[in-house]
């Protein structure tokens, strides 16, 4: 594998990584939530995602599993391997409490209503703080999987890596609100709060760097195949359990829908120019 195919795969996953940031930011300048673009952003990258997972990523996993270990096993391990993605995901979900989970989205004015508190209520100020910081540690949980799929992805396919970044980027921003908000109040400091946002990005590198490190050396058609599949599951998980219902939360059911139709559409168009 060339080293510029390598820091390619590596630059995705932290373009797609900082994009909490760019939540940050909006939460910082913008004076309301622009809900229906975020609710077509969210449908779309949910379509994106789910598109590329099962019409691209699932055949070229199963075709590499087939031809190394016939039709029939080579069929059951992709099977296996795509919901053990799946339940890696939602293990990791299961051990970030709902109150501090960072996909339960809120627009900035309800964001704002609910945290302009009376400077003596320091309590609330400590769990608004808590809040902000656990949040980010789960997006930091929750990115190091996605780090992992998009690095996975980039190094097989650059134009199908660089389709599942952007698509993770999108669903990033909100993830940058959700930090940002809670610590600002809590705390009065723009930068600090700009801070732990950015740094829960940063996991989506480590993944890929981790992901590189341990399983590069063992990297045979094989390994890849289990690991394609896996990254499958892991993208359609993040859709129907993340993205969809914050796309609904977020707008209209009509414009999320309308953005995951948007989302496959252009996914398929891309990959049949790359034919």
Request: glycine share 10%; aromatic share 14%.
């Given at each position: 594998?060339?080293?510029?195919?390598?820091?390619?795969?590596?630059?995705?996953?932290?373009?797609?990584?900082?994009?909490?940031?760019?939540?940050?930011?909006?939460?910082?300048?913008?004076?309301?939530?622009?809900?229906?673009?975020?609710?077509?952003?969210?449908?779309?990258?949910?379509?994106?995602?789910?598109?590329?997972?099962?019409?691209?990523?699932?055949?070229?996993?199963?075709?590499?599993?087939?031809?190394?270990l016939g039709d029939v096993m080579g069929a059951w391990v992709t099977a296996l391997s795509f919901f053990g993605g799946i339940a890696f995901i939602a293990l990791i979900d299961t051990f970030v409490p709902s109150y501090e989970?960072?996909?339960?989205?809120?627009?900035?004015?309800?964001?704002?209503?609910?945290?302009?508190?009376?400077?003596?209520?320091?309590?609330?100020?400590?769990?608004?703080?808590?809040?902000?910081?656990?949040?980010?540690?789960?997006?930091?949980?929750?990115?190091?999987?996605?780090?992992?799929?998009?690095?996975?992805?980039?190094?097989?396919?650059?134009?199908?890596?660089?389709?599942?970044?952007?698509?993770?980027?999108?669903?990033?921003?909100?993830?940058?609100?959700?930090?940002?908000?809670?610590?600002?109040?809590?705390?009065?400091?723009?930068?600090?709060?700009?801070?732990?946002?950015?740094?829960?990005?940063?996991?989506?590198?480590?993944?890929?760097?981790?992901?590189?490190?341990?399983?590069?050396?063992?990297?045979?058609?094989?390994?890849?195949?289990?690991?394609?599949?896996?990254?499958?599951?892991?993208?359609?998980?993040?859709?129907?359990?993340?993205?969809?219902?914050?796309a609904e939360e977020y707008g209209e059911h009509h414009l999320s829908i309308y953005g995951l139709i948007s989302g496959m559409a252009v996914?398929?168009?891309?990959?049949?120019?790359?034919?």
């Amino acid at each position: 594998m060339d080293t510029q195919t390598v820091l390619f795969a590596f630059g995705l996953t932290l373009f797609a990584g900082l994009s909490t940031g760019v939540g940050s930011a909006i939460a910082f300048f913008a004076r309301q939530t622009n809900t229906k673009f975020l609710s077509l952003a969210l449908g779309f990258s949910a379509g994106v995602m789910i598109y590329v997972s099962f019409v691209e990523i699932m055949v070229k996993a199963r075709d590499a599993l087939t031809a190394e270990l016939g039709d029939v096993m080579g069929a059951w391990v992709t099977a296996l391997s795509f919901f053990g993605g799946i339940a890696f995901i939602a293990l990791i979900d299961t051990f970030v409490p709902s109150y501090e989970n960072p996909h339960e989205m809120h627009s900035i004015e309800e964001m704002e209503e609910g945290y302009e508190l009376p400077k003596d209520e320091t309590h609330n100020f400590d769990k608004l703080r808590r809040t902000g910081i656990f949040a980010a540690i789960a997006i930091a949980i929750h990115n190091f999987p996605e780090g992992l799929a998009t690095f996975t992805a980039a190094l097989t396919d650059p134009a199908l890596g660089l389709a599942i970044a952007v698509a993770i980027a999108i669903h990033n921003i909100p993830e940058g609100i959700a930090v940002s908000i809670p610590l600002f109040y809590a705390t009065g400091d723009r930068r600090k709060a700009f801070l732990y946002s950015f740094l829960s990005g940063l996991s989506e590198p480590v993944g890929a760097l981790i992901g590189y490190l341990v399983f590069m050396p063992f990297f045979t058609p094989t390994m890849f195949g289990i690991l394609f599949a896996g990254v499958a599951g892991i993208m359609v998980f993040i859709s129907f359990d993340e993205l969809l219902p914050a796309a609904e939360e977020y707008g209209e059911h009509h414009l999320s829908i309308y953005g995951l139709i948007s989302g496959m559409a252009v996914m398929a168009v891309s990959l049949l120019l790359f034919l």
